[in-house]
Structure formats: C-alpha cells, structure tokens
T-cell receptor
Framework: DAKTTQPNSMESNEEEPVHLPCNHS???????IHWYRQLPSQGPEYVIHGLTSNVNNRMASLAIAEDRKSSTLILHRATLRDAAVYYC????????????FGKGTHLIIQP | DAGITQSPRHKVTETGTPVTLRCHQT?????MYWYRQDPGHGLRLIHY???????DKGEVSDGYSVSRSKTEDFLLTLESATSSQTSVYFC?????????????FGPGTRLTVT
C-alpha cells in the first residue's frame, strides 16, 4: 500500500469539530483512502473510506482533495470517546489483501 | 458491531509449546485475517483466508500456520511458541478482499510467551 503521512498527535476540545489531516502525495488513481481508529486496549475500528468524492456516515465525514493527494477526516462534534489513534490507509485495488497500518495520529480530547 | 469473537482473550504459555488462537465470525464474510500488534511496529498481517481451505501468507508469516475448515472459524497456530511471538493478535473479517471493502476487527488476544 502507498505511503501516508499524518501528524503524530492532535488535541481538541470536547463538543468541537476535529479535522484530522492525511497526506498521500503518491496515491494512484485506483487507491482507496481508508480511515480506522483504535481506542485504548481495543481492536481497530473501521471509520470511513472513499475513492474520489467526499463521503459521510454516522461516525464521520471524509473530505478528499481534488487532486487526491490529501484527505481530511472530520469528526463533527468530538466526545471523550473519540480519543484514539486514527490511521489513514491507502488500499491498492488488486494489491495485498491486508491493511498496512502506519503510526497514525493520537487524538487527545480535552473535557 | 460486526460479530467477531476471539478466544482465548489472554494466554500465557511457555517457550516451545504449541498454541492455537481462534477467531469466530457470525457475519458469513468470505475474507478473514490475522494481524499482530507490537509497540513500534503497528499492526502487521500474518496470514489471511479468502475462503474455506484457501489461505495465503502475509508480511510476518514465519512461525505461524492457519486453517479454515468452516466459513465462520479461522485458526492461528504457533507450532512452537517463542518469546518473539509475545504480542496482541487481532482477527479481522471482510466481505471482499478488494480495496473498496472495509475490515472489521475482533477484540484481540494478548499472548505472552515466557
């Protein structure tokens, strides 16, 4: 899977929106952008994914730049439960079937 | 939440003993995966399965074997456990192995090899 770059950590306040950035300048045309998160002492949890268009689901929104070289995961109203490590992962169509996890962004939520 | 369970959740074993970890799903998903998570390495793929009796190796498959005799169960075996296999093991499932599909993870098994 192609490489992604994320900030090591970010801090936000409870009940405020959070924008988590991810750079993927070497993305290819068929790579999907996936986001997972991992709460302390739990398994990774699927958040959202997309290819070219922005995506929304009950957990978050995914904003994809027009050139697809970056994306932003948006948590509309952070809660303490959103404190986790967030992973931005590119998945190649036809590539290896596993997910390649980087170091992710450690999101800290202040009450 | 996807129906994925792992057993045991915790295990301590001695070097040289065989260990089998079980992943069970109730979603009827075709693909199943085993990952390990270690500090400083993130999650790494050990083996995966794309159907009953169909498996393939991942990034860190040495020292591990897998079996899948039923859609719902995927077993990970350490034939002779070593201290380097002390880790947290996660199972995941997916409807498809293509990039357009997400994976759902189990709660993990913490294995300590003494």
């Amino acid at each position: 899977d192609a490489k992604t770059t994320q900030p090591n950590s970010m801090e936000s306040n409870e009940e405020e929106p959070v924008h988590l950035p991810c750079n993927h300048s070497t993305i290819s045309g068929t790579d999907y952008i996936h986001w997972y998160r991992q709460l302390p002492s739990q398994g990774p949890e699927y958040v959202i994914h997309g290819l070219t268009s922005n995506v929304n689901n009950r957990m978050a929104s995914l904003a994809i730049a027009e050139d697809r070289k970056s994306s932003t995961l948006i948590l509309h109203r952070a809660t303490l439960r959103d404190a986790a490590v967030y992973y931005c992962i590119l998945r190649e169509e036809g590539g290896a079937d596993g997910l390649t996890f980087g170091k992710g962004t450690h999101l800290i939520i202040q009450p | 939440d996807a129906g994925i369970t792992q057993s045991p959740r915790h295990k301590v074993t001695e070097t040289g003993t065989p260990v089998t970890l079980r992943c069970h799903q109730t979603e009827n998903h075709r693909y199943m995966y085993w990952y390990r998570q270690d500090p400083g390495h993130g999650l790494r793929l050990i083996h995966y399965s794309y159907g009953v009796k169909d498996t393939d190796k991942g990034e860190v498959s040495d020292g591990y074997s897998v079996s899948r005799s039923k859609t719902e169960d995927f077993l990970l075996t350490l034939e002779s456990a070593t201290s380097s296999q002390t880790s947290v093991y996660f199972c995941a499932i997916s409807e498809s192995g293509t990039a357009a599909y997400e994976q759902y993870f189990g709660p993990g098994t913490r294995l300590t090899v003494t």
